[in-house]
């Protein structure tokens, strides 16, 4: 194992050599130095997980090398040695960046105390920025998975949009990956060292929605045993992801309006606004703008969160995309080698996907765990893709060697599907698996009457 690498500066010969004895015996690799022009010289040629260094030299004081080390790497602990004259001028050094500051004179163990505690708190600094470093990654629109041109284009105002601070209003139906969106714009903004605070307001009882989201003062109602900071409150610096807003109730929707116009958010028993710094992103498996003009969403909220709209559109409506997910999830969940045959993905292909990606990525967890071998059959998925294959085969067969128009096919799907099912729309689309909107708009498309 690696031994961590001190860089020691002290213009006391005597001094230094004793605490170069005391670091190296716990077990420290220590370059020391006998100036700060000396010592800034090493650390700019190595690398170094902390400095110690004296803070009255002749030449360049300590305070020097603290500024030059701290320009250099803003998170390297700076240990500063200062006599008991010179107190003031180490918490003056405290305040410029330095970790922590002995005094003269001092025992081995503390020295070797102080220095663990630095090492460590340096430790948990990298742990935060490689995790920071993966959370992009993860959340990253790379993320997101597909080639076609629906969600290319979506991933493309979404890039641009992440730049600002607009509030954006996520749509699609579940399973889409809205939030998966919502992740991505927090962590390609300017915002992505702030927090992401989520919020499932169809998941959050009525009575207590309007405390999750604004906070409570202590005794407000039966219950409140002390404050609470509403999810505004602990967003601050971040990003509000509003999930499923069009399920909140008329009168939040009117608060929530308020303290998006406001900047500030009116705690339930309070008596003063708390203001907060927040962008707002919203979601949303609902037909929103026929919410509005059916009175159940209000108008002038839709307006506030939609000053950018990205609607994430269904599986269905990007097949070319399944492969892709498909080796994707593949990789995700596989212990060996594992393929789909020809069969298996033709039927995954033309299936309807209710449940989009999210059915897909249980659909294909499901098969590596059923598999007989690396090769995933119409053996390992469930009966409705055998079903799905059979009537793909069947249309297959009779494919006109001089080509076919595929809209005109679509178009007479639909009307044989209406007349199988004398015309309930409903049972239709159950039939073409899809839902009732896609086939009412594919309808409109066609001049189905």
Not at 419 to 435: F, M, P, V
Request: proline content about 4%.
């Amino acid at each position: 194992m690696k031994k961590p690498s001190i860089l020691l500066i002290d213009d006391d010969d005597s001094l230094r050599r004793v605490m170069e004895f005391s670091l190296a015996e716990a077990g420290y690799a220590v370059h020391t130095a006998a100036g700060g022009e000396e010592g800034l010289r090493l650390f700019e040629k190595g690398s170094f997980d902390a400095v110690i260094t004296d803070i009255t030299m002749p030449g360049m004081s300590g305070m020097e090398v603290l500024k030059n080390v701290r320009r250099s790497d803003g998170h390297l602990p700076v240990i500063i040695i200062t006599a008991y004259g010179t107190i003031e001028s180490a918490v003056e050094a405290m305040k410029q960046g330095a970790f922590d500051y002995i005094t003269k004179p001092f025992n081995r163990d503390e020295l070797r105390l102080t220095l663990e505690k630095a090492l460590r708190m340096r430790g948990l600094e990298r742990e935060n920025v490689e995790l920071r470093a993966q959370i992009r990654d993860k959340y990253s629109f790379d993320g997101i998975i597909g080639t076609s041109d629906k969600i290319r284009d979506v991933l493309d105002t979404a890039g641009r949009v992440a730049a600002s601070d607009a509030t954006v209003l996520i749509t699609g139906e579940s399973g889409t990956g809205k939030e998966l969106l919502a992740k991505g714009i927090h962590y390609n903004s300017r915002r992505a060292e702030g927090p992401l605070v989520a919020v499932n307001c169809a998941a959050i009882p009525e009575n207590l929605i309007e405390s999750e989201l604004f906070g409570h003062v202590k005794g407000a109602f039966t219950g409140a045993v002390r404050d609470k900071e509403g999810k505004f409150e602990l967003a601050d610096g971040g990003t509000l992801l509003l999930d499923e807003i069009a399920e909140l109730r008329s009168d939040l929707q009117a608060k929530i309006l308020r303290a998006l116009q406001e900047r500030e958010a009116d705690r339930v028993g309070g008596s003063r606004p708390v203001p907060f710094n927040v962008r707002v992103l919203a979601a949303t498996n609902r037909d929103i703008e026929r919410a509005v003009k059916e009175g159940a969403f209000r108008e002038d909220l839709y307006y506030r969160l939609s000053v950018i709209t990205l609607h994430m559109p269904p599986l269905r409506e990007r097949r070319d995309d399944i492969p892709l997910l498909v080796d994707h999830f593949l990789r995700k969940y596989k212990t060996a080698d594992i393929a789909v045959d020809p069969g298996a993905l033709a039927a995954l292909t033309a299936y309807g996907w209710p449940g989009n990606v999210r059915e897909l990525e249980n659909v294909i967890e499901r098969a590596t765990v059923l598999r007989r071998g690396n090769l995933i059959t119409l053996a390992e998925l469930p009966d409705k893709f055998r079903k799905t294959a059979m009537g793909v085969d069947d249309i297959i067969l009779n494919l006109p060697d001089d080509g076919i128009s595929l809209e005109e096919l679509e178009k007479n799907l639909i009307i044989k599907a209406l007349e199988r099912h004398k015309g309930n729309q409903t049972r239709a689309a159950e039939y073409l698996r899809i839902t009732r909107p896609t086939l009412i708009y594919r309808m409109e498309k066609y001049g189905i009457k």
